[in-house]
């Protein structure tokens, strides 16, 4: 059990915030398995601010890039041999890309690529649910450390400095 409970507040934060996206995203026919993917990301690009930052960059990057296969079929032609072109040169962008501190999370880039292309290009729907991804990553990863913190016997807020007497 002590293996478990460094994880129980994130577990529980996940866990709710997963119910409660799946619920809300199928009522309002948003694409729930996007925003999973781009959760995902959150953490996998280290979490915080800065996995925020780079998780949500590098997936929008990936989307715009995706898109602009997309037009590049719809222009030049529909053809196998155009499509295998077009994803070589996207997959050397994302790479390089890499070099841009905020997109240097190449697996970002090639999600949001990846997810424009499971949703048969639907840009408007795969940014929404990339925002609302990247966006529960950061509250679930705040509520569980909140949530942890009480399940460890921590106050969760900040304790002010005593003053020393003057001598």
């Keep these: 059990m002590n293996g478990i409970k460094p994880l129980l507040g994130i577990g529980i934060s996940v866990g709710v915030l997963a119910g409660a996206w799946t ?3 199928v009522e309002l026919t948003l694409i729930t398995w996007v925003a999973f993917v781009a959760w995902a990301c959150f953490f996998a ?3 915080g601010t800065t996995g925020l930052a780079k998780g949500l960059a590098a997936n929008l990057a990936g989307v715009f890039w995706g898109w602009v296969i997309s037009q590049g079929l719809d222009t030049i032609s529909g053809s196998t041999l155009a499509l295998a072109l077009m994803v070589t040169i996207v997959g050397f962008v994302l790479c390089v890309e890499a070099a841009l501190p905020l997109l240097s999370f190449i697996p970002g880039g090639f999600a949001g690529t990846a997810v424009f292309f499971g949703t048969g ?3 408007g729907g795969v940014v ?3 925002v609302a ?3 529960l990553g950061i509250v679930s990863e705040k509520l569980g450390a ?3 913190s009480v399940i ?3 106050s969760h807020a900040p ?3 005593t003053a020393t007497p003057a001598t």
């Design 121 to 123: 290009f639907d840009l």
């Design 133 to 135: 991804g990247a966006l």
């Design 45 to 47: 690009a280290g979490g």
């Design 146 to 148: 909140a949530l942890q």
């Design 23 to 25: 619920f809300a995203s």
């Design 159 to 161: 304790t002010a400095p």
């Design 152 to 154: 460890d016997g921590r």
């Design 128 to 130: 929404v649910a990339v």
